[in-house]
């Protein structure tokens, strides 16, 4: 296909759908900060400072980033699992209100008595809000006429699209039934509420029969070619076509959809830490955390470092080669738990319970993860990160490369000192291929699902894991 061919698009393909409901609902949530705010601190001070004024100012701006960001107006849920996105929502934007804090260091102009309520009063506010406006948006929907609505496709991605369709209360369609690829090809088709009508071939008498008005194509890949004909049929039925691409079906890292000179863009794979307000975020937790805890931990590091010395021979601190973000080598630093020995060339040999070679004070710290604290050092250094997957022995990723699906994809970000596998149980000897693959699977699926929640999560929880008894 010629260049000449590829005509630009008269107009932006990725189109701005913000309704009306999502403009009530930021104005709202504006409102639900700003005004409490004002409120306690002429309450308190009997005045209203400068200092709460720019804070009004720097929550809202960082609210209209970080809820776009998190989902808060996106319409895909009901109100509890709404609710427990914004309360997700709130919870980073007022982490981030406190980095600001520290990086101007104005904290100590602000009373707590007043920043402790507001946060509470504010979020309050804000799911009052939420399902006011929920309520009321059902309330209309209920009185308005449900859009019939067809899905061609019996696959996985037609049966979550026509469950979701019909769960979300947000949504006006209402999914009739679906269109099987081949005749008799229904057998595994399980949404009770939603029958199969006939097959693709079918799909212009029923659309006329049914009064569709709505079709959502969810054709598997292999049958993408036939997305150009049906649009030929339906042409002429005066009825919205909707594609829904196939993509879930390929293994997938960090996808999202964007838009080139009016062309839209899958992105199949693709790193979520590499630049932008994210990646600047995650360095900012990482350091900060990082240091603060090197300051708490020193008495615990300076202990070890000397109980290291005294039980036997040996530098205090053991240096090694892994792999971190895009397969860079860099020298991760651990305390030294076992006797100084040599590897044969090429090979590293795991820890495994009774390991003759761990010292007595080495069996201590690699149960109780203390031998891993030097890679704070690592963290404040920048070729690690406090939550992420965990850096695997360059021997180890040459071995497991060709055996574990999509292995080397977990390097598309910095490793970390902890991750969703640790806390899942999945730490210490990965002695089979399916020990190492569900670690895999969990790394995968932390780069899809990366947000400071999720790594504040992971850092909670991780001290509960360090009772596993998987780490010799």
Known sequence: MSDQSIRAPSRRLLQ???????WAQRLLNIA???VPLMYLAQWRDGEIKDNYRYMAVVAVLLMLVIYQQSGVYRRFSGPIEGVQQLARAWGVLVMALGVVAFFTKTSEEFSRTVLLLWVLFAFIAQAVFYLLILAIFNRIQGRAERIPSLVLGTGPLARHLARSI???????????????????????????????????????????DQGIRRVYVALPLRLTHHVDQIQSLLF?????????????????????????AGIPLITLSETPLISGGRAFLKVVMDRIIAGLALIA??????????AIKLDSRGPVFFRQPRHGWDGREFQVLKFRSMVVHQEHAGAVTQAQRHDPRITRVGRFIRR???????QLFNVLEGSMSLVGP????????????DKVNAYLARHRIKPGMTGLAQIRGHRGETDSVEKMQKRV????EYINRWSPWLDLKILFLTPFALFSRNAY
């Open 441 to 444: 699977e969990c790394d995968l």
């Open 16 to 22: 701005n759908h913000d309704t009306l409901v999502v």
């Open 236 to 260: 002429d039925c005066n009825v919205d076509i909707i594609w829904a691409p196939d993509i879930f079906s390929l293994n997938l890292l960090n996808h999202s959809v964007r838009e080139v």
């Open 390 to 401: 965990r850096p695997h022995a360059i021997a180890h990723n040459q071995f497991y490369s």
């Open 166 to 208: 019909n769960r979300n209360p947000w949504l006006p369609d209402r999914v009739c039934g679906v269109l099987s690829e081949y005749a008799g090809d229904n057998s595994h088709w399980d949404v009770s509420d939603v029958p199969v009508l006939g097959t693709t071939a079918t799909v212009v008498d029923i659309v006329r």
């Open 368 to 374: 109780t993860s203390i031998d891993e604290l030097p």
């Open 297 to 306: 931990l020193s008495p615990v590091m300076m202990a070890t470092a000397i």
């Open 32 to 34: 639900a900060v700003v």
